[in-house]
């Protein structure tokens, strides 16, 4: 038994998801090196707001796979770590935006509809 709190990915695995859904499981790696390819924004820049997303969607797969990858594509770890601190930032500042809800909620604030 590991000591992780999820199952380690394993090719076996994703052996199985091809084999289970194979159009699916090729869409999605085809969807997957376009969107990370060099275009307008460099694969390393891709891969640092990857980085960020997966902290703010909390997906241990994908911190670990694309913090990898950042690296590999030049990152440095002081990089990695203010993207970090970016997703950070927006996650809190969520829920700091959204207090307006709770406010009109219990009175404190009338809502506006105003564009």
Same mark, same amino acid.
């Given at each position: 038994?590991?000591?992780?709190? *999820?199952?380690?990915?394993?090719?076996?695995?994703?052996?199985?998801?091809?084999?289970?859904?194979?159009?699916?499981?090729?869409?999605?790696?085809? *969807?997957?090196?376009?969107? *990370?390819?060099?275009?307008?924004?460099?694969?390393?820049?891709?891969?640092?707001?990857?980085?960020?997303?997966?902290?703010?969607?909390?997906?241990? !797969?994908?911190i670990d796979g694309h913090t990898?990858?950042?690296?590999?594509?030049?990152?440095?770890?002081?990089?990695?770590?203010?993207?970090?601190?970016?997703?950070?930032e927006m996650r809190a500042g969520?829920? !700091?935006?959204?207090?307006?809800?709770?406010?009109?909620?219990?009175?404190?604030?009338?809502?506006?509809n105003s564009a």
């Amino acid at each position: 038994m590991s000591d992780l709190p *999820f199952p380690r990915a394993t090719r076996e695995l994703a052996a199985r998801r091809r084999e289970l859904a194979p159009a699916a499981n090729d869409a999605f790696d085809a *969807f997957s090196h376009a969107v *990370f390819a060099d275009g307008a924004l460099p694969e390393k820049t891709k891969q640092l707001i990857a980085v960020a997303v997966a902290h703010t969607t909390q997906c241990p !797969y994908c911190i670990d796979g694309h913090t990898k990858l950042a690296k590999r594509k030049g990152a440095s770890p002081e990089e990695i770590m203010e993207a970090i601190w970016v997703a950070a930032e927006m996650r809190a500042g969520g829920a !700091y935006a959204h207090s307006t809800l709770a406010l009109h909620a219990i009175g404190e604030t009338e809502p506006t509809n105003s564009a």
